[in-house]
């Protein structure tokens, strides 16, 4: 099972470039997520999706887009990088409404680097 | 909104000694509660979870964790460590209305020969 799949694993861009970052989950699940990690802070959210067509802000959705066309994928568009936002980003998906409590499921992450 | 607090960002033992991560955590309404363990250059895997069941709850790789709600807490342990153990490994926090996770800053645990 492929799971949660994050395309590509490493990025370097030059500051104003832009980009998307690709996620895609093959699980059937309703929610995604986007999720940035900086050293010792932990896993901040960027923006969710509840399912097609629905999306929403996290903590941290500044200089940040997002789209849900389809159940499976949900990117995340970077559209003038800034080195603020060099980081680590992971997407993760769900599926609520089955149980209490259901965790979420990573992909290995994309690397991204802003100089 | 939830929150969760890991006390201690590295954790050292020796190999076959206690293992000891703590996390406290803060909500208004009944927690969900998540160990989760990252790997170099891996995502987060799910190590166990606290969904309002047992209060002592068993996990994967011999880690168990357990909910105390007079303390607010959900310490992992594990009775002995191994080589392999070494990671980063976070709390997380959800709840039933709410549609998010929110993750503690992580503790490194480093394991020594």
């Known amino acids: 099972n492929a799971g949660v799949t994050q395309t590509p694993k490493f990025r370097i861009l030059k500051i104003g470039q832009s980009m998307t970052l690709q996620c895609a989950q093959d699980?059937?699940?309703?929610?995604m997520y986007w999720y940035r990690q900086d050293p010792g802070m932990g896993l901040k959210l960027i923006y969710y999706s509840v399912g097609a067509g629905i999306t929403d802000k996290g903590e941290v959705p500044n200089g940040y887009n997002v789209s849900r066309s389809t159940t499976e994928d949900f990117p995340l568009r970077l559209e003038l990088a800034a080195p603020s936002q060099t980081s680590v980003y992971f997407c993760a998906s769900t599926r609520r409404g089955q149980g209490a409590g259901q965790p979420q499921h990573f992909g290995d992450g994309t690397r991204l680097s802003i100089l | 909104a939830q929150s969760v607090t890991q006390l201690g960002s590295h954790v050292s033992v020796s190999e076959g000694a206690l293992v000891l991560l703590r996390c406290n955590y803060s909500s208004s309404v009944p927690p969900y509660l998540f160990w989760y363990v990252q790997y170099p250059n891996q995502g987060l895997q799910l190590l166990l979870k606290y969904t309002s069941a047992a209060t002592l709850v068993k996990g994967i790789n011999g880690f168990e964790a357990e909910f105390k709600k007079s303390e607010t807490s959900f310490h992992l342990t594990k009775p002995s460590a191994h080589m392999r153990d070494a990671a980063e490994y976070f709390c997380a926090v959800s709840t039933y209305n709410n549609n998010d996770m929110r993750f503690g800053a992580g503790t490194r645990l480093t394991v020594k020969p």
């Open positions: 699980m059937n699940h309703n929610y």
